[in-house]
Structures are given as C-alpha cells and as structure tokens.
C-alpha cells in the first residue's frame, strides 16, 4: 500500500532553514506527481508546491515562491522541501501528498 513518511521538522527561529524529507513507498514513485502542502493551526489545508514525475516542472504557491525549493530524486523514492527565509507564518504541519493520500506530517514551528 502507499506509504508516505515525513521528517525534518523542527523547532528554529526566523530567517532560519530546513530540509524536509518524504519517503514513499508502495507505488511506482518516479512515474507521480507529488505535493507539498500543510496544515497551520486552526486553518485549513493549504496547497504550496508540487513536482511533476521528471523533477522539471516545479510549482509554488505565492506564499513560499523565492523561499522554498522541491526536488525530488526517484532512485531513493523520496522528495524534498528545502525551506529558506522561514517565517512564523510558515508553522504548520507538513505533509506530502500523492493524490489524495498523505503522511502523517512533520511539524515546523518558526518562532523567536
């Protein structure tokens, strides 16, 4: 079955980085689309990048375009969230989909 399995979160101050990891499994990964989306509390779900199977056609949403990257490497079946610049509206729970099928997340929290 898909598996989906986040990390990389972390508690850092402003201004600073991190690299989210999501290993998948269960499903021909280098042939999917996959997205980065997260989960502020008390929000909704709110959709911020994606990365077509060949790793060529990345997509941000305005609110981390300039500030996060996505790559992916399909040998190791894993995608990435490299974050720069973070801001504490950027803490959320993060989750990579495929689909409609997410992991459990990984928490980030940007505060000083």
């Known amino acids: 079955q898909v598996q989906l399995v986040e990390s990389g979160g972390g508690l850092v101050q402003p201004g600073a980085s991190l690299r989210l990891s999501c290993a998948a499994s269960g499903f021909t990964f280098s042939v999917y689309t996959m997205n980065w989306v997260r989960q502020a509390p008390g929000k909704e779900l709110e959709w911020i990048s994606s990365l077509n199977s060949g790793g060529t056609d990345p997509k941000y949403a305005d609110s981390v375009k300039g500030r996060f990257t996505i790559s992916r490497d399909n040998a190791k079946f894993t995608v990435y969230l490299q974050m720069r610049n973070l801001k504490p509206e950027d803490t959320a729970v993060y989750y990579c989909?495929?689909?409609?099928?997410r992991g459990p997340g990984t928490q980030v929290t940007v505060s000083s």
């Open positions: 989909m495929k689909g409609d099928i």
